[in-house]
């Protein structure tokens, strides 16, 4: 008998029971679900076959949550909700309740705290994004400050369902795209618009030759001799497009670079199935610069592309559905943005983005 | 001790932030704010916070490739990370991250989320994301000497670690039969199922890259299945959408235009309105769900539910972004989990003997063809597969194949 709790070391018990932390009135309704009601933005009814009611109230995260935050939402579902909460794929925490009459009182200590109440049918949900600065290697811009001065900006439209549709937008800081931003309403990706710096006296020590090419999309790495006899690469620059993956695979490939690393916007994806089939975000604007904290090139781009959405679209259309009604051109013209040739595609099967008609807009 | 020329760091010792404190103006919380109140054992919250400060001002990050650590008998979980400004910020010096695997639907008791506040208090930042993209608990920034500690608190508290490199990484799922009347199989118990199927896969890295197992309970997808899973499970059903009449007519008459909003919107124009009835040809309905999102009181799935199964997302990197592909187009729902664990196997051999390092299956295929993925794994091809049939000639026939047939 040992006196330390830790013992036996346990390994591979995998997460908790899928059902371990529901609360009762989803054990008894489990998969017995009728329908669903928004009461208010950020408010939703679920009615079970069995007449049961669980009421949900969304709030918006900023993810990057201290235990102090998380210690608050436990007090929060202590006090309102018998002790349940959970949160969503988009980073929001929702709160479960069985009493509709704390609904207000919740809401009411929730604005207390700053924290807002909404994202739910049309309008802008919480914003996926990835680490930026703060915790990752190969990040071209922040996600956090990014995401923090656009919710800034577009508040209004968390709090309040006023779009013609759900508008879902997601930051990655780099072509990893660990937020997968590539089938958002609208995508802000964070670029590199230079060739790796290579280290060679690094390399030598801290990197594979062959993983280091075969990393390349494009062909461009060849190893070379490097100092000292040592294996080093060259890069044939005019080949690179700047994606990184060489240095995810060798911190000898260096990326960052202060004045040239920026922001590009994309629009128009989608994964849900509804109506249209899913999609992938098209370019809308190929660089902005990086320009902390508050990025208001991107936010004023972004609020842009909301605001002629808005005005634009119809009921239910997503922005890439309102896009293909309107066309490419269109959108330019109703956003100003400019069409440059970064806009026509010239990596694997570029062709099949050309216009093959005569369908054209006058 | 303090240097008057380290600058940053004034009399009360913290880091001067005057680009991050900006960012706790404005009516969205403030991750900065976040950062600041957090504490934990090894206090490196304000340390990130000027590390930060110094990225706001430099433009860069000042991260260091990750390297290896770990706690005993795992190949992941956790995310190695250095400072490259670390005597200015000893505390960041070594920052590495634990991934932990969420519970299915992200659903808590707060007894749960103080349990890991309290063990992330003892052992790291104080600091976590809830959560990762892939779906984990993120837990942000410790020691070395802190991780398997904080490892064997959590497993005694009942949690493990998630995935992470060339490792299937930990699945995820969509709130499914707990609060989603549209679902369709039982999405939680299926990704619990399959995650726990796949603990030594999940913990040992040993495939030839990341394999991604999402799991969304109808066409919906809350959990971008289709964009962002290797293996995505999509729910959807086969018979014909329940229509209540009486409440599509309280739709009608609290303001939808039936016509208009639902009919017109229909992909494959399936249904049709005359002022009183609502008529669906089921034959040709697609399961996109709109007509269902636009009235829930009204129309439901059917009840032979089930899930599609498709293969190969992906972000960009290496050959390009990919979504993923039908590979068979309806398994009902209690049939999922057996089917899926034989396909999976299947494949994982595949890619074992055809994959390269760092190629994930999509890529494979993309560089085998579909059909040589088919005739490697034995599923026979199917028209739901595709889009359209091929629009070029240049046919690898295998007429030796054929004259064996």
Same mark, same amino acid.
């Given at each position: 008998m040992t006196t330390t709790p830790l013992e036996p070391r346990l390994t591979d018990v995998g997460p908790p029971r899928y059902d371990k932390f529901l609360p009762p009135i989803v054990l008894k309704n489990y998969g017995a679900w009728k329908y669903h009601e928004t009461l208010a933005p950020g408010v939703l009814c679920h009615v079970a076959e069995s007449g049961d009611r669980l009421y949900t109230v969304r709030a918006g995260t900023p993810r990057l949550l201290s235990i102090q935050t998380l210690r608050k939402y436990a007090d929060l579902a202590d006090k309102y909700c018998g002790g349940y909460l959970r949160f969503t794929s988009r980073n929001n925490v929702e709160f479960l309740l069985v009493d509709p009459a704390l609904i207000e009182p919740l809401k009411q200590e929730l604005a207390a705290l700053g924290i807002p109440v909404g994202g739910t049918n049309n309008a802008i949900s919480n914003i996926v994004h990835t680490q930026g600065w703060v915790h990752c290697h190969a990040a071209a811009t922040d996600a956090s400050g990014l995401v923090k001065s656009m919710m800034d900006t577009l508040i209004d439209h968390f709090t309040h369902e006023d779009l013609p549709a759900k508008l879902r937008i997601a930051v990655a800081c780099c072509l990893n795209m660990c937020g997968a931003v590539?089938?958002?309403?609208i995508a802000i990706l964070g670029v590199h618009r230079r060739p790796p710096k290579v280290q060679s006296e690094l390399l030598s020590k801290a990197c594979e030759v062959p993983t280091l090419v075969a990393s390349c999309p494009t062909g461009a790495i060849r190893p070379v001799p490097g100092v000292g006899g040592k294996q080093s690469v060259e890069v044939l620059e005019e080949e690179c497009m700047y994606c990184g993956n060489c240095f995810s695979v060798c911190p000898a490939m260096r990326m960052a670079d202060a004045e040239n690393d920026g922001l590009s916007i994309w629009v128009g994806g989608k994964v849900s199935n509804a109506r249209s089939a899913p999609r992938f975000s098209r370019l809308a604007i190929p660089f902005l610069p990086n320009n902390p904290p508050r990025w208001p090139e991107v936010v004023e781009a972004v609020v842009k592309i909301v605001d002629v959405y808005r005005g634009e679209a119809r009921k239910y259309e997503r922005v890439g559905e309102w896009i293909d009604r309107i066309g490419w051109p269109r959108f330019f013209e109703l956003t100003g943005f400019e069409f440059t040739r970064y806009h026509i595609d010239d990596f694997k099967h570029a062709g099949m983005s050309f216009a093959r008609s005569t369908h054209i807009r006058y | 001790m303090a240097d008057a020329d380290e600058g940053v760091k004034p009399a009360n010792g913290k880091p001067e932030t005057k680009l991050l404190d /900006?960012? /706790?103006?404005?009516?969205w919380p403030s991750f900065v704010t976040e950062i600041k109140s957090a504490s934990g054992a090894t206090g490196s919250a304000e340390d990130l916070l000027g590390q930060l400060e110094l990225s706001y001002e430099d433009k860069v990050s000042h991260w260091k490739h990750g390297g290896l650590v770990g706690v005993l008998g795992y190949g992941g979980g956790v995310i190695g990370r250095y400072s490259d400004v670390g005597e200015q910020f000893p505390k960041v010096a070594h920052f590495h991250t634990l991934r932990v695997n969420q519970p299915a639907g992200w659903f808590y008791t707060s007894e749960a989320l103080r349990t890991i506040s309290d063990i992330w208090e003892r052992h790291g930042s104080g600091l976590t994301n809830?959560?990762?993209?892939?779906?984990d608990i993120i837990l942000l920034g410790t020691t070395t000497d802190h991780l398997e500690a904080t490892f064997q608190e959590l497993t005694h508290a009942g949690f493990d670690l998630g995935g992470s490199g060339s490792a299937v990484r930990t699945p995820s799922c969509c709130v499914g039969m707990a609060r989603c009347e549209? $679902? @369709?199989?039982?999405a939680m118990k299926l990704c619990y199922d399959l995650t726990m199927a796949y603990q030594d896969e999940l913990h040992r890295p040993a495939l030839p890259y990341k394999f991604k197992i999402k799991c969304a $309970? @109808?066409?919906?997808d809350c959990v971008a299945a289709i964009a962002r899973a290797d293996l995505s499970v999509i729910g959807t059903w086969k018979d014909d959408i329940r229509i209540d009449q009486t409440e599509v007519a309280n739709y009608a008459a609290a303001g939808i235009d039936i016509q208009k909003d639902i009919c017109a919107n229909c992909p494959t124009k399936c249904m049709d309105w005359d002022g009183k009835e609502l008529s669906i040809k089921n034959r040709d @309905?697609?399961? @996109?769900?709109h007509c269902i999102n636009a009235m829930p009181k009204a129309l439901r799935p059917g009840v032979e539910k089930g899930a599609v199964i498709l293969i190969g997302a992906k972000a960009p990197i290496l050959q390009g972004a990919l979504l993923s592909s039908v590979l068979i187009p309806f398994v009902a729902a209690d049939e999922l989990l057996d089917t899926l664990k034989e396909l999976i196997q299947r494949i994982w051999d595949f890619w074992d003997e055809y994959g390269t390092n760092r190629e994930r299956i999509g890529e494979l295929i993309q560089r085998v063809g579909l059909a040589a993925f088919l005739d490697g794994i034995g599923l026979d091809p199917v028209p739901e597969m595709i889009s359209a049939p091929r629009d070029n000639p240049y046919i690898y026939y295998q007429p030796a194949k054929e004259d064996e047939a």
């Amino acid at each position: 008998m040992t006196t330390t709790p830790l013992e036996p070391r346990l390994t591979d018990v995998g997460p908790p029971r899928y059902d371990k932390f529901l609360p009762p009135i989803v054990l008894k309704n489990y998969g017995a679900w009728k329908y669903h009601e928004t009461l208010a933005p950020g408010v939703l009814c679920h009615v079970a076959e069995s007449g049961d009611r669980l009421y949900t109230v969304r709030a918006g995260t900023p993810r990057l949550l201290s235990i102090q935050t998380l210690r608050k939402y436990a007090d929060l579902a202590d006090k309102y909700c018998g002790g349940y909460l959970r949160f969503t794929s988009r980073n929001n925490v929702e709160f479960l309740l069985v009493d509709p009459a704390l609904i207000e009182p919740l809401k009411q200590e929730l604005a207390a705290l700053g924290i807002p109440v909404g994202g739910t049918n049309n309008a802008i949900s919480n914003i996926v994004h990835t680490q930026g600065w703060v915790h990752c290697h190969a990040a071209a811009t922040d996600a956090s400050g990014l995401v923090k001065s656009m919710m800034d900006t577009l508040i209004d439209h968390f709090t309040h369902e006023d779009l013609p549709a759900k508008l879902r937008i997601a930051v990655a800081c780099c072509l990893n795209m660990c937020g997968a931003v590539h089938c958002s309403d609208i995508a802000i990706l964070g670029v590199h618009r230079r060739p790796p710096k290579v280290q060679s006296e690094l390399l030598s020590k801290a990197c594979e030759v062959p993983t280091l090419v075969a990393s390349c999309p494009t062909g461009a790495i060849r190893p070379v001799p490097g100092v000292g006899g040592k294996q080093s690469v060259e890069v044939l620059e005019e080949e690179c497009m700047y994606c990184g993956n060489c240095f995810s695979v060798c911190p000898a490939m260096r990326m960052a670079d202060a004045e040239n690393d920026g922001l590009s916007i994309w629009v128009g994806g989608k994964v849900s199935n509804a109506r249209s089939a899913p999609r992938f975000s098209r370019l809308a604007i190929p660089f902005l610069p990086n320009n902390p904290p508050r990025w208001p090139e991107v936010v004023e781009a972004v609020v842009k592309i909301v605001d002629v959405y808005r005005g634009e679209a119809r009921k239910y259309e997503r922005v890439g559905e309102w896009i293909d009604r309107i066309g490419w051109p269109r959108f330019f013209e109703l956003t100003g943005f400019e069409f440059t040739r970064y806009h026509i595609d010239d990596f694997k099967h570029a062709g099949m983005s050309f216009a093959r008609s005569t369908h054209i807009r006058y | 001790m303090a240097d008057a020329d380290e600058g940053v760091k004034p009399a009360n010792g913290k880091p001067e932030t005057k680009l991050l404190d /900006e960012l /706790e103006n404005g009516p969205w919380p403030s991750f900065v704010t976040e950062i600041k109140s957090a504490s934990g054992a090894t206090g490196s919250a304000e340390d990130l916070l000027g590390q930060l400060e110094l990225s706001y001002e430099d433009k860069v990050s000042h991260w260091k490739h990750g390297g290896l650590v770990g706690v005993l008998g795992y190949g992941g979980g956790v995310i190695g990370r250095y400072s490259d400004v670390g005597e200015q910020f000893p505390k960041v010096a070594h920052f590495h991250t634990l991934r932990v695997n969420q519970p299915a639907g992200w659903f808590y008791t707060s007894e749960a989320l103080r349990t890991i506040s309290d063990i992330w208090e003892r052992h790291g930042s104080g600091l976590t994301n809830m959560h990762g993209s892939t779906g984990d608990i993120i837990l942000l920034g410790t020691t070395t000497d802190h991780l398997e500690a904080t490892f064997q608190e959590l497993t005694h508290a009942g949690f493990d670690l998630g995935g992470s490199g060339s490792a299937v990484r930990t699945p995820s799922c969509c709130v499914g039969m707990a609060r989603c009347e549209w $679902a @369709c199989f039982d999405a939680m118990k299926l990704c619990y199922d399959l995650t726990m199927a796949y603990q030594d896969e999940l913990h040992r890295p040993a495939l030839p890259y990341k394999f991604k197992i999402k799991c969304a $309970a @109808c066409p919906n997808d809350c959990v971008a299945a289709i964009a962002r899973a290797d293996l995505s499970v999509i729910g959807t059903w086969k018979d014909d959408i329940r229509i209540d009449q009486t409440e599509v007519a309280n739709y009608a008459a609290a303001g939808i235009d039936i016509q208009k909003d639902i009919c017109a919107n229909c992909p494959t124009k399936c249904m049709d309105w005359d002022g009183k009835e609502l008529s669906i040809k089921n034959r040709d @309905c697609v399961r @996109c769900m709109h007509c269902i999102n636009a009235m829930p009181k009204a129309l439901r799935p059917g009840v032979e539910k089930g899930a599609v199964i498709l293969i190969g997302a992906k972000a960009p990197i290496l050959q390009g972004a990919l979504l993923s592909s039908v590979l068979i187009p309806f398994v009902a729902a209690d049939e999922l989990l057996d089917t899926l664990k034989e396909l999976i196997q299947r494949i994982w051999d595949f890619w074992d003997e055809y994959g390269t390092n760092r190629e994930r299956i999509g890529e494979l295929i993309q560089r085998v063809g579909l059909a040589a993925f088919l005739d490697g794994i034995g599923l026979d091809p199917v028209p739901e597969m595709i889009s359209a049939p091929r629009d070029n000639p240049y046919i690898y026939y295998q007429p030796a194949k054929e004259d064996e047939a």
